[in-house]
């Protein structure tokens, strides 16, 4: 270490008032923007806390809507028909999603799984509203009517590519030694996959998963014309159903007072749902015996 | 075959040599011939999933294609050049609602980019290390909150706010400009901007902090050695760094922003109209068909409502694929280059 030609005094002196002071000015506007992002955050959490415990009550959770203008009545139909809607497009996603996602890592070592990456990348990108239109081109006009089973297809499509990269992922971090393990044994390999590899990740894949069921689970977009909601309840699949999104969304638009309320309510209703799901399933995963290495 | 198996165990272990294919498996489970049957049936049914996913896409292209063929051949090119937009005679131009998108998702950058780069680089360059983790939670937690909720919040809190306090305030000061002016209405292009704007956020700096956390420690060193303060250090040896990621990461917002349907619906006025004013009502690409497509009567009505909805495909495609290139570059790619 060479001793320094200036003392630290003068060095300090150096630092230009400018330079000091654009310093400064940095740091408070990086701080600046923290603060400024958080409060519609805090805002809007605060508001649908404040406004829909406040409207929340036992007549919007157990009946089915009142005729526009009348007060009272409740959304238990589409908190059902959402419900409806979510199990057909898990039914159909899931497995869909993880088979894919298993190919890309144990298979995909090769354009056609570079091609299947980019793709659903891609799909992850189309804007939902456009998967909509699909589901509706491919199921309603068969039909002919609008249907749970149309909303459930619009779902499935949009939580398949989210599925897939995770799984992916997930699959890669599990190490080879494992796979060498079960081979050595002479497991085959589908025996290998499902039972060792799979295995060990599933606690990365449900996180997965549930990001996915997380995200379809508020979507309305897709819904607007393929389940397209309903005052009464449904539990057919090839029936218009209700559904806790299109409802708020029905509900925010219209000019009525008592429906803004009920709006609010199942907003909440909507977060505590997706939150309590998706903790649930952590919670699961983590006691139980699912629990992987990884 | 199974059942085969228990009256012929196999009493002999293989014998495994190095490179050559093992033919007959000692496992107590299933025998060879299961074995093999069993994975290539797996093989096949894990090719197929991969294969659907091919199938939607060309599903959504194919879809999208065909039925807006009708549209297409009607208007051609001057689809997206016609300024109105006339179900009743069966007329039918897309400029403003390509007008819309176009407006509201650059307002939303203009306000979303600076805000996200800043909390990306206060997250990973200032910030102390216990703030660290509940602070991207929290800016994750805003991605997570669905867009109807949005647009909730926007109608009742968002747009009455800016009807009272904001557009009266830029009316008076900035008026002279021509973008605030007119009545403040408090819905219109201007709250979709912001809606869209607090919606993109968290995608924007999340990538931000991603593209910063690959940064080499030593080009920050290295600044800081040739004596220079903290925000040269930030704006010299980092940013420059990661200015691709970063562009990636715009361009990812701007894909989600284009594409965003309800909370822009609910707040942008719906009013197919261009108009300068950014207090004006406005309507989007894709809340035209939130609002129309199930209603749509006529086939060419249909056609060109799905032409809208190609267009919007295509636009986010390429959007995303430059984004995901961009981001790819920065934190695959080679080490950040020092150019200092």
């Known amino acids: 270490m060479s001793e320094p030609t200036t003392s630290p005094a003068s060095q300090k002196l150096e630092l230009s008032l400018w330079r000091r002071l654009s310093d400064h000015l940095a740091s408070a506007f990086a701080v600046g923007t923290v603060i400024i992002v958080l409060v519609p955050l805090v805002a809007i959490f605060g508001y649908l806390v404040y406004k829909g415990f406040g409207s929340l009550n036992w007549a919007f959770l157990t009946q089915t809507p009142k005729p526009p203008g009348e007060v009272g009545g409740g959304m238990a139909n589409a908190i059902a028909g959402s419900m409806l809607i979510l199990t057909i497009?898990?039914?159909?996603?899931?497995?869909?999603?993880?088979?894919?996602?298993?190919?890309?890592?144990?298979?995909?070592?090769?354009?056609?799984?570079?091609?299947?990456?980019?793709?659903?990348?891609?799909?992850?990108?189309?804007?939902?509203?456009?998967?909509?239109?699909?589901?509706?081109?491919?199921?309603?006009?068969?039909?002919?009517?609008?249907?749970?089973?149309?909303?459930?297809?619009?779902?499935?499509?949009?939580?398949?590519?989210?599925?897939?990269?995770t799984t992916e992922e997930m699959l890669l971090l599990v190490p080879?030694?494992?796979?060498?393990?079960?081979?050595?044994?002479?497991?085959?390999?589908?025996?290998?996959?499902?039972?060792?590899?799979?295995?060990?990740?599933?606690?990365?894949?449900?996180?997965?998963?549930?990001?996915?069921?997380?995200?379809?689970?508020?979507?309305?977009?897709?819904?607007?014309?393929?389940?397209?909601?309903?005052?009464?309840?449904?539990?057919?699949?090839?029936?218009?159903?209700?559904?806790?999104?299109?409802?708020?969304?029905?509900?925010?638009?219209?000019?009525?007072?008592?429906?803004?309320?009920?709006?609010?309510?199942?907003?909440?209703?909507?977060?505590?749902?997706?939150?309590?799901?998706?903790?649930?399933?952590?919670?699961?995963?983590?006691?139980?015996?699912?629990?992987?290495?990884? | 075959m199974a059942n085969q198996a228990l009256f012929r165990p196999q009493m002999t272990g293989p014998q495994p040599i190095a490179g050559q294919k093992i033919k007959k498996r000692a496992s107590p489970l299933l025998t060879s011939s299961d074995g093999v049957f069993a994975d290539r049936v797996f093989g096949w049914a894990i090719l197929g999933c991969a294969l659907i996913v091919l199938g939607i896409l060309a599903l959504i292209v194919w879809q999208l294609v065909s039925r807006s063929q009708l549209s297409w051949h009607a208007f051609g090119w001057k689809f997206f050049w016609g300024q109105d937009w006339d179900p009743v005679n069966d007329h039918y131009g897309a400029l403003p609602f390509v007008y819309g998108t176009l407006v509201s998702s650059f307002l939303a950058l203009i306000i979303a980019v600076p805000l996200a780069v800043g909390v990306g680089v206060f997250t990973t360059e200032m910030c102390p290390?216990?703030?660290r983790g509940p602070l991207s939670f929290t800016t994750e937690l805003l991605a997570a909150i669905p867009s109807v909720i949005y647009g909730l919040w926007a109608i009742f809190v968002l747009v009455p706010v800016l009807r009272n306090?904001?557009?009266?305030?830029?009316?008076?000061?900035?008026?002279?400009?021509?973008?605030f002016e007119g009545p403040p209405y408090g819905i219109g292009m201007l709250a979709a901007g912001i809606i869209l704007a607090i919606m993109i956020i968290p995608i924007i700096s999340s990538i931000t902090r991603e593209v910063l956390a690959v940064v080499p420690q030593h080009q920050r060193e290295a600044v800081l050695a040739?004596?220079?303060?903290?925000?040269?250090?930030?704006?010299?040896?980092?940013?420059?760094?990661?200015?691709?990621?970063?562009?990636g990461?715009?361009?990812?917002?701007?894909?989600?922003?284009?594409?965003?349907?309800?909370?822009?619906?609910?707040?942008?006025?719906?009013?197919?109209?261009?108009?300068?004013?950014?207090?004006?009502?406005?309507?989007?690409?894709?809340?035209?068909?939130?609002?129309?497509?199930?209603?749509?009567?006529?086939?060419?009505?249909?056609?060109?409502?799905?032409?809208?909805?190609?267009?919007?495909?295509?636009?986010t495609i390429i959007v995303n694929a430059l984004a995901r290139f961009l981001v790819w570059s920065v934190t695959r790619g080679q080490p950040a280059r020092a150019r200092v």
Request: no cysteine.
């Open chain 1, 89 to 165: 497009g898990s039914l159909l996603g899931v497995p869909l999603g993880i088979g894919a996602g298993i190919y890309l890592a144990e298979f995909g070592r090769n354009r056609f799984g570079d091609l299947i990456r980019f793709i659903s990348d891609v799909l992850n990108g189309v804007p939902s509203i456009v998967i909509g239109i699909v589901a509706y081109a491919i199921v309603v006009l068969r039909q002919k009517h609008f249907s749970a089973l149309a909303g459930g297809v619009a779902l499935a499509i949009m939580m398949v590519p989210t599925i897939t990269r």
């Open chain 1, 176 to 294: 080879n030694a494992l796979r060498e393990a079960a081979y050595g044994l002479g497991v085959p390999r589908w025996r290998t996959t499902l039972s060792i590899t799979l295995r060990t990740a599933t606690s990365g894949i449900i996180t997965g998963v549930m990001l996915a069921f997380a995200r379809v689970a508020g979507e309305t977009a897709p819904l607007l014309f393929t389940a397209f909601g309903n005052q009464y309840w449904n539990w057919r699949l090839d029936q218009p159903t209700a559904a806790l999104p299109l409802q708020i969304f029905t509900y925010a638009i219209s000019p009525y007072d008592d429906w803004h309320r009920q709006a609010w309510a199942g907003a909440l209703v909507l977060i505590i749902l997706i939150v309590t799901a998706v903790a649930a399933v952590r919670f699961v995963v983590r006691r139980g015996t699912l629990g992987g290495v990884a």
């Open chain 2, 129 to 131: 290390k216990w703030l």
């Open chain 2, 165 to 179: 306090y904001v557009q009266p305030f830029l009316a008076r000061t900035l008026g002279w400009t021509g973008l």
């Open chain 2, 226 to 247: 040739l004596g220079a303060t903290r925000s040269e250090m930030i704006r010299i040896g980092v940013l420059r760094n990661a200015r691709a990621g970063i562009v």
């Open chain 2, 249 to 315: 990461g715009i361009i990812l917002g701007l894909g989600r922003a284009l594409g965003e349907t309800m909370a822009v619906t609910m707040v942008i006025g719906n009013r197919p109209e261009i108009a300068k004013s950014l207090f004006a009502p406005g309507y989007t690409m894709a809340s035209v068909l939130a609002n129309e497509f199930s209603e749509a009567a006529g086939d060419l009505y249909l056609s060109a409502l799905i032409e809208i909805g190609l267009a919007l495909f295509l636009v």
